[in-house]
């Protein structure tokens, strides 16, 4: 009994313990580049994995990476990189090495004794970033489940102790191995995490169905590319937004009117590249939210030199949610960031125009018009969004509610 105990508090520590970053860690970040991918590319990534980073209080002082066919499977880089990284950190008091991709547990072990230095991967990173983040019963159990979901394949990778037998009454049957019975315990934990999820699904339905008959318009977009603040614009309502990845985890639903037209305008969790697969499943329940909207506004930060591959990340993301068939309306923010980092002061007049001409003719092209560009944080704009937004409620409303369309 005493050993299960023990046991036990080991998984509660291990997963209150996922909070590893500490307020201005210096961390070295790490990336393979591979056969698919070019060196740009695999930069862009790590830039983000910096920013993901100070999101979680960290301060990226170096990038490595190494060009290989495949990752190397004991230790992801070859053996002189990881030299290299171990010679850096122990010169430079490194506190964290990042990798950019998921790493087993062995990996994880095998690259931590190597360099003398605590190691984590780009999952186990969000997934910190995540804990840190959620507020509401909801989220705290998404994240505690997709905490486990992660530790589960790398349980013996992780702990050296658990090849051997383990021992005390009651705590494994016959032959099992102190490995199956931390494996045991973490499924069983698992199922209850999904079990208390299943619960709050069914009152968050509950709550979704007592809404009424309003059309329902969800915000969706790559993370950070200013939906919150949107959001605070159009619902003038107070949502925590800052200049931060995931800095919304719980959906925001609140009631909105233009012109005597009601809707339901709601606030999602970001999306990103690399988002970790167990993530995506713990969180569907909060993206149920964009599965039953009857629009979608598809926020995209267009001063981001990557928005296209960002685009590309939400539209994948939701066909797998199945959602990708509703009306789309693309909304380009950050107009404002987009001219500072574009038009320089000797650009005349002209150009600028000529410019953003050509911008707005190759989007309405690719989106069939549906698209509109703003600055949600200077207001710019945004008259035309509520006129479009209000057009595509009322012609939903026709179709869905036809015997409400002469109240509104």
């Known amino acids: 009994m005493a050993l299960l105990v023990l046991t036990l508090f080991k998984f509660y520590y291990l997963i209150d313990s996922k909070q590893k970053i500490k307020s201005e860690e210096k961390v070295v970040l790490v990336s393979v580049i591979q056969k698919n991918n070019t060196a740009e590319q695999v930069q862009e990534y790590l830039d983000e994995l910096a920013f993901l980073a100070e999101t979680a209080g960290a301060i990226a002082v170096k990038s490595f990476t190494q060009r290989l066919d495949r990752p190397d499977s004991r230790t992801f880089v070859g053996k002189g990189k990881l030299e290299e990284i171990g010679n850096y950190v122990a010169s430079k008091n490194i506190d964290l090495v990042i990798f950019d991709d998921e790493l087993t547990g062995s990996q994880l072990l095998n690259i931590s004794e190597a360099i003398k230095c605590t190691t984590i991967d780009r999952s186990d990173l969000i997934l910190d970033i995540f804990a840190r983040r959620a507020r509401t019963a909801q989220a705290k159990v998404q ?60 009152q968050s339905f509950t709550q979704r169905k007592e809404r009424g008959e309003f059309i329902r318009v969800s915000l969706v977009g790559y993370t950070n590319v200013g939906k919150s603040t949107l959001m605070n614009t159009l619902s003038k309502s107070d949502v925590f937004a800052e200049n931060k990845l995931f800095a919304t985890l719980d959906t925001t639903t609140r009631k909105v009117v233009f012109e005597n037209t009601p809707f339901l305008l709601s606030d999602t969790v970001g999306f990103i590249r690399k988002l970790p697969h167990h993530l995506v499943e713990s969180f569907k329940s909060t993206l149920d939210e964009v599965r039953e909207a009857d629009i979608l506004l598809h926020v995209v930060d267009i001063s981001h030199e990557q928005h296209e591959d960002q685009i590309g990340t939400v539209n994948k993301t939701l066909q797998e949610l199945k959602a990708f068939d509703k009306p789309i309306l693309t909304i380009f923010n950050k107009m404002d960031l987009y001219q500072k980092k574009n038009f320089d002061d000797w650009l005349s007049e002209e150009v600028r125009t000529d410019i953003l001409r050509e911008l707005h003719e190759k989007w309405n092209n690719i989106t069939e018009g549906n698209c509109v560009f703003i600055s949600a944080l200077e207001k710019t704009n945004l008259e035309e969004l509520r006129n479009v937004i209000l057009q595509k409620v009322r012609d939903m409303y026709t179709i869905r509610y036809p015997y409400k369309t002469m109240l509104y």
């Open 143 to 202: 994240v505690e489940l997709a905490q486990y979901q992660y530790l589960l394949p790398r349980l013996k990778g992780m702990w050296k102790h658990l090849e051997r037998q383990g021992g005390g009454i009651g705590t494994r049957g016959p032959g099992e191995t102190e490995i199956e019975t931390d494996r045991r315990i973490v499924k069983d934990k698992i199922s209850l995490l999904r079990k208390r999820l299943g619960e709050i699904d069914k």
